[in-house]
């Protein structure tokens, strides 16, 4: 069987359409599968749109959480709670075609483990957007060690990656590039981002820095290796600002006041703030890990209320 884990926050407009498409696609290509919506605390009718697809539609199944968590929370408790041999996670906006579902699973009969969904294309985005997807993605595939460029959370994963990915421990987890990482026998299947069929998106420019930087000091420690190489640079700079006073003072030209000293070190102390900072997030990523609370907490699901 297949699973099909679809994260849902506030898509109450696009539930029942995707519900349907995605049940009619795998019907008709003769696939048993299951349709499992998890609906990250949703402050709309999402959850009641759920519940009723679920009373419709045979396949579709739901997970509501007590409270919002996050995607990347929503994708983990859809394949912890999928049932199938097989498991594909899919946008609920239809952004990712669903007729790829199809394409994925043959690949995976043919004895593919997990079946990359990858971007011809990003749609239509702002040029800054553009710019900082292609910042983020060079800092990822630099720490995982393969192009990520086009990589998105639309993939199939064999049940071996998925018993894999739901027993690592942790709290920060970038699904992304964890199913990449894991490895096993992969390929690739290109697709196009479509436009959204209803609703708008749920990011934001504040949302996307947030998931970029918790993503990044999650998976790598990149940053913490920025702030060394600054404080060579620093040491550098301050190097030759130092050889520069020496020679001043031993021709007897030196410089009357503090200037150059107060220049140094407002910027040594810049550079010292800036690595204090990346250095005490890292210290609160330890610290949630610490904790061990849990990634989400499920309050009921379709089958308890039926």
């Excluded at 690592?168 to 690739?188: C, I, P, Y």
């Amino acid at each position: 069987m297949l699973s099909v884990v679809i994260p849902a926050y506030n898509e109450e407009e696009i539930i029942p359409k995707t519900a349907k498409t995605i049940d009619t696609i795998l019907n008709d290509a003769g696939i048993d599968h299951e349709l499992l919506f998890i609906n990250d605390g949703s402050k709309d009718k999402t959850w009641e749109r759920i519940k009723e697809q679920a009373s419709l539609i045979p396949s579709v199944k739901g997970v509501c959480f007590s409270r919002n968590f996050g995607k990347e929370s929503a994708v983990f408790a859809g394949i912890a709670e999928a049932k199938g041999d097989c498991c594909v996670v899919i946008d609920c906006d239809l952004q990712h075609p669903p007729e790829k579902i199809v394409e994925m699973y043959r690949l995976w009969e043919q004895g593919y483990e997990i079946v990359e969904g990858v971007k011809t294309s990003r749609g239509r985005e702002s040029g800054m957007h553009k710019f900082a997807a292609k910042t983020f993605y060079s800092i990822m595939s630099e720490a995982v060690g393969f192009d990520m460029s086009r990589a998105s959370d639309f993939k199939l994963l064999d049940r071996k990656a998925i018993n894999v990915l739901i027993n690592m421990n942790e709290k920060n987890a970038f699904f992304r590039a964890l199913s990449s990482w894991v490895g096993f026998k992969q390929t690739e299947v290109e697709y196009e981002v479509r436009e959204r069929e209803a609703g708008t998106s749920k990011w934001s420019t504040k949302s996307l820095i947030k998931y970029a930087v918790t993503n990044i000091t999650s998976f790598t420690s990149a940053p913490m290796q920025i702030v060394t190489i600054m404080g060579m640079f620093v040491f550098v700079f301050g190097l030759l600002v130092s050889i520069e006073a020496l020679v001043q003072y031993f021709r007897g030209t030196a410089r009357e006041g503090f200037t150059t000293v107060i220049i140094l070190q407002c910027f040594t102390c810049s550079v010292i703030m800036m690595g204090l900072g990346v250095i005490g997030f890292y210290i609160s990523k330890i610290y949630d890990e610490v904790k061990g609370r849990p990634r989400y907490i499920i309050d009921k699901t379709t089958d308890e209320d039926n």
